[in-house]
Structure formats: C-alpha cells, structure tokens
C-alpha cells in the first residue's frame, strides 16, 4: 500500500515549457487535490476533484489545468511554464470530500524550478 | 474569504516542556478541524482531528477546539527534539475545501 504517490520528484524547466505532474492513488479514495507550498505563503489548493468526473478550481488555479484520469490518478499541467509557478507541489486525496471529517493524505512532493 | 490565522514563530520551548500551539479561523460555519505536523522537506502528516468543542487527547498531543471564539490549539506535553517541525491548522466547513494556515514552526531545545 503505497499510498499517494507523486512523479516526478524534482524537475527544472525553462520560461515558456510545458511538463504534467502525476499522482496516484491507492487508498480508493474519491477525493484528489493539488496545491501548491512556497516559503511563507501556506499550502494553497490549486484544484480539486470531488469526484471522478469532476474538477474545481481551487484558490490559485491560474496557469494550471487538471485531468481526473480515472478514480486512482490526477494530474496537474503547466502548460507554459512561468518563474512564478517554482514551488513545490503535493498532491492528495481524501474519502469523501464534503462528509465534514474527512482526512486528506498527502504525497511525498515535487520540487519544481522553472528558470 | 475564508482565513486561518497562525503564529509563524519560530516558538521555542526546552526539551520536556508543554509547546502550546494557537490557531484562529474567520468562517463561523466551520466544523472540521486539523492538526497537521510537516518536517523540514517532507510532506504534512496528519497529527489530530476535532470537531466538537473541548479537549481531545491523543498520547502527547491535545486538541483543544472553542467555536464560539473561533479557536483552535494543539498543546504538546513531554516535548522532545523530535516534535520540531512546522504545525500546520487547516479547517472546513465540511462542503468546502479545506483552508490551511501558514504554520507555526516549533523548536525543542536539548
């Protein structure tokens, strides 16, 4: 039981490049989220999904987008990398989001640098 | 838009002392709230859960949760060297995402 888990773990891009972050889950958990963590600031939701099927955007979903590829996996695009997207990124996923006490287990990180 | 308030710190306390750790929220409709403890380069693992007003004890650590002033702690007892890390609050209203504060870092000294 792997739980959740984020490829890759460090990535460098330049200005204007484009790159997905994956994560995978195998608690057959509903819920996935992406944030985002820079010194300072907090964890800041990016996206979510309640659901399969579903997205929403979180407090700073621009310069993103997100597929819910199927209950297990959630992926996060840059689609033109900015130096104001370096950050480190976690991903993770909960039961039942919306239930009230519903926990979210996080993956280990991707530390992203974008020159 | 909805706030969680914390003390950046750093809060040093001496090994075997009680680290007292405060948070504040601003949505009144809150009812899930959490504690979470993140290590220097790793990712936040979840310490505590409460969601009624008190105390809920967990071996060393307490939560302690008061609605009505939009209050949250995390008290640690016996603290050692090995608690130092960065508490993260994060608290929902149950049908919103959860909303985390900016950490508190906690340094215990030897």
């Known amino acids: 039981n792997a739980g959740v888990t984020q490829t890759p773990k460090f990535q460098v891009l330049k200005t204007g490049q484009s790159m997905t972050l994956q994560c995978a889950q195998d608690?057959?958990?509903?819920?996935m989220y992406w944030y985002r963590q820079d010194p300072g600031m907090g964890l800041r939701l990016i996206y979510y999904?309640?659901?399969?099927?579903?997205?929403d955007k979180g407090e700073v979903p621009n310069g993103y987008n997100v597929s819910r590829l199927n209950k297990r996996e959630f992926s996060l695009r840059l689609e033109s990398a900015a130096p104001s997207q370096t950050s480190v990124y976690f991903c993770?996923?909960?039961?039942?989001f919306g239930t009230g006490p519903d926990t979210q287990y996080f993956g280990p990180g991707t530390r992203l640098t974008v020159l | 838009q909805k706030e969680v308030e914390q003390n950046s710190g750093p809060l040093s306390v001496p090994e075997g002392a009680i680290a007292s750790l405060n948070c504040t929220y601003s949505?009144?409709?809150?009812?899930?709230f959490f504690w979470y403890r993140q290590y220097s380069g790793k990712s936040p693992e979840l310490i505590m859960s409460?969601?009624?007003?008190g105390d809920k004890e967990d071996g060393r650590f307490t939560a302690q949760l008061n609605k009505a002033s939009q209050y949250v702690s995390l008290l640690i007892r016996d603290s050692q060297p090995s608690d130092s890390a960065t508490y993260l609050c994060?608290?929902?209203?149950?049908?919103?995402?959860?909303?985390f504060g900016k950490g508190t870092r906690l340094s215990v000294i030897a």
């Open positions: 999904s309640a659901s399969e099927g579903t997205t």
């Open positions: 608690m057959n958990h509903n819920s």
């Open positions: 949505d009144r409709v809150s009812q899930s």
């Open positions: 993770a996923s909960s039961a039942f």
């Open positions: 994060a608290v929902t209203a149950g049908n919103t995402p959860l909303v």
């Open positions: 409460i969601y009624s007003n």
